[in-house]
């Protein structure tokens, strides 16, 4: 009731976004955009100098301005990243409006949105979900133009998946004139990288042409001993065959190597069920812990032009990603007085998955009734073979008394104790198609449907893990054009997503089944270099994998599931809104509430405000600042005081971290940044997903000297 009386409202009025209109800058032509030159990249941001994109493909296939698509979306462009040193996926998703990334570990985190998991990361627009929800390694955006994230179901398009978000990584392209770029950065806890990026043309015309990009990194952290290398490449050749057709063939490797890594982290409360306090560089790690991580990907993609504004696109990739580690993990509940109740848990870990994935679609324009509507048909499949081999060690719960389980020194051991093992096979088979129909001038309707077929196959940790299901999963849109610059939209989505996450009986949990309604306000100004959007939205997820303990004899997290419904409110604004003036601002409200009632996922914070913006206040310098505020998030730890015998909660209030930016440009080939991280050194526990959590870092900066051709 409340989210109807809510839409109601929205319909009824809309006068913010009007207003915000009214303050936008009158003169157009005060800062020109700027694009590179001879890109072929048809919605390529970097270099615009915008926090904006005028189109995007995410949600439909179709070119479709922001204010044209019935869904909240945004866009975190190259110009952001540069500028605030956004390097991994950690940093862009932390910046964008809605998304929470939930560091439970050094090298494994999850993200959500609208209150749930988001498990769909594709790139250059189509891949296959994450099968156990959990990204594993940090993703580097050296290779990206930039990153597109959908809020709420995508079913059209995603076949599986959350009603939260798809995180779409969009990559360079070759440009037709020669282009290179390199830079040095260095700053706190050691950190030092290079970064080089070479676009050219391999003959006369420019019809055949290359990029390649390459950036290594080392660092240390806040925390004890850990270490992170991080080393990848990328090279994609694209050729045009003819006027109409180009063909693309490309190839990306990321090793990351990590020593003195957190598998699980700290414990977060003592027996008499009082929090813990550690200093922030406390690990759990021991001196031999080690992640490695390899992550290959090849692609290959064709475009036709068919004529009369229709195309034709086929894609087709193959990613591998490779783990091998020496882990220790920490577990029990530590004495306020002496530290002694915690144990060990030592054992080494080898993964491989490896996935194909194809996809192919036309779409375009056609006649009906006088007027010109929008199609598109298309399919996807996939596959994934991926295993886990698990060897635990000798001394599993050896006592650590004091504080042993945190300076390192427990020694390694064999690890023969025994081993555990997980074989997956899964494909999906989807059909989709929609239509955009132009109902009158102002009224478009979107309306869609995907038939999705998913089988999988094997066994986790001696539970059978298989099943073979088939949907069809529905998609609504409406928008109406209230002024050239202001719309307002609803939309209705669902989707579905098999689990492997298995419960205190070892069973694997049923498919998660969501649907995400709707509703807001979106406008745009100065051919779409200023976007705003207010929403109004529920999502429904039923079955949901929410962690409930660690089985101590497998290693493994069991799961219970949950059915939980979301709903609540998103304001977003993004691109010039005064001259030499960048923002990318946005603000969320999410209730999560269960079956009865009560608060569900109350590690999610039900505030989130992220702003990034810059002013340049003469051509040579740019000042910036980046603000990243949440409310009071807190977890029930299922356990009991000794003392007291009250239930024990872990809470972490609410907490701003902030950020400043300077860039300089000494000359037209060189140009130095610096960043500050944390301005106020605010001490906060990374995440409360699981039981256990570790401390973010503190007041940390950069400094990057940058050169370009």
Not at 59 to 79: F, I
Not at 432 to 438: F, G, K, T
Request: charged share 20%; hydrophobic share 35%.
């Amino acid at each position: 009731m409340k989210l109807r009386a809510l839409c109601l409202t929205l319909l009824a009025t809309t006068s913010p976004l009007g207003a915000l209109a009214a303050s936008a800058p009158d003169d157009q032509s005060a800062t020109p955009e700027v694009v590179i030159t001879g890109t072929r990249q048809d919605d390529a941001t970097e270099g615009s100098g915008s926090y904006t994109v005028k189109t995007t493909r995410g949600a439909t296939k179709l070119p479709l301005s922001l204010k044209e698509t019935p869904q909240s979306v945004t866009v975190v462009t190259r110009d952001q990243m540069n500028d605030f040193g956004l390097r991994t996926v950690n940093d862009v998703l932390a910046s964008t409006t809605g998304v929470n990334v939930q560091e439970v570990e050094t090298n494994r985190t999850y993200f959500s949105a609208r209150g749930f998991d988001i498990s769909n990361f594709q790139y250059d627009g189509f891949g296959l979900p994450i099968v156990d929800g959990i990204q594993n390694g940090n993703i580097d955006m050296a290779v990206y133009d930039h990153v597109e994230v959908l809020r709420g179901a995508n079913g059209l398009m995603s076949s599986t998946g959350n009603p939260s978000a798809t995180v779409n990584f969009v990559r360079k392209r070759p440009t037709d004139a020669l282009a290179a770029t390199a830079s040095f950065t260095g700053g706190s806890y050691d950190n030092k990288r290079g970064d080089v990026d070479v676009s050219t043309p391999l003959n006369a015309s420019g019809s055949v042409r290359m990029r390649v990009v390459g950036a290594y990194q080392d660092t240390d952290s806040q925390l004890d001993r850990y270490n992170n290398k991080r080393g990848l490449g990328y090279g994609v050749i694209e050729a045009d065959l003819d006027p109409r057709t180009t063909v693309s063939v490309g190839y990306q490797y990321q090793d990351d190597r990590a020593k003195g890594g957190l598998w699980g982290a700290l414990p977060l409360y003592y027996t008499d069920g009082t929090p813990t306090h550690y200093s922030r560089g406390t690990s759990t790690s021991a001196d031999w812990s080690r992640w490695d991580i390899q992550t290959q990907q090849m692609f290959a993609d064709i475009r036709h032009d068919l004529g009369s504004g229709w195309i034709a696109k086929a894609s087709v990739m193959h990613s591998v990603t490779e783990g091998d580690s020496d882990l220790f993990y920490v577990y029990g509940t530590p004495d306020k007085t002496t530290g002694d109740g915690l144990y060990s848990y030592p054992s080494a870990y080898h993964n491989h998955d490896r996935q194909w994935t194809a996809e192919a679609y036309v779409s375009g324009p056609l006649q009906a009734l006088g007027r010109t509507h929008d199609l598109v048909l298309g399919g996807n499949w996939g596959r994934s073979n991926s295993f886990q081999h698990s060897d635990y060690g000798q001394g599993i719960g050896t006592a650590l008394p004091g504080d042993s389980a945190f300076d390192g020194s427990y020694p390694e051991p064999a690890m023969d104790a025994y081993i555990g093992e997980a074989h997956y096979y899964y494909t999906r088979e989807t059909g989709y198609a929609a239509a955009r129909l132009s109902l009158l001038d102002p009224l478009k309707l979107l309306v869609g449907t995907n038939v999705t077929h998913v089988k999988m196959s094997g066994d986790s940790y001696g539970a059978p893990n298989s099943y073979d299901l088939t949907r069809a999963l529905p998609y609504a849109g409406l928008v109406y054009e209230v002024t050239p610059q202001i719309s307002a939209y609803a939309s209705y989505a669902q989707i579905f997503n098999p689990q492997t996450q298995t419960d205190i009986n070892n069973k694997i949990l049923a498919p998660i089944e969501g649907d995400n309604v709707e509703v807001g306000a979106k406008g745009a100004w100065y051919d779409n270099r200023l976007n705003a959007s207010f929403a109004l939205f529920q999502a429904k997820q039923n079955n949901t994998a929410e962690s409930a303990g660690t089985n101590l004899t497998t290693g493994q997290t069991y799961y219970t599931g949950i059915n939980a419904t979301s709903q609540g409110v998103e304001a977003e604004v993004s691109g010039q809104i005064v001259p030499q003036v960048q923002l990318a601002a946005g603000y969320t409200y999410v209730e999560i509430e269960d079956e009865q009632g009560h608060a569900a996922r109350t590690y999610v914070p039900r505030h989130t405000l992220r702003l990034s913006a810059n002013y340049q206040p003469i051509d040579k310098l740019k000042l910036g600042a980046t603000l990243s505020w949440q409310s009071r998030i807190y977890r029930d730890q299922q356990a009991v005081s000794t003392t007291t015998g009250q239930e024990i909660y872990t809470e972490q209030g609410a907490y701003a971290l902030l950020g400043v930016m300077a860039h300089y440009d000494i000359d037209h080939n060189w140009s130095v940044t610096a960043n500050l991280n944390n301005l106020t050194d605010e001490k906060y526990i990374t995440s409360l997903y699981w039981s256990q959590g570790f401390y973010g870092a503190g007041l940390n900066g950069t400094v990057s000297i940058n050169w370009k051709m």
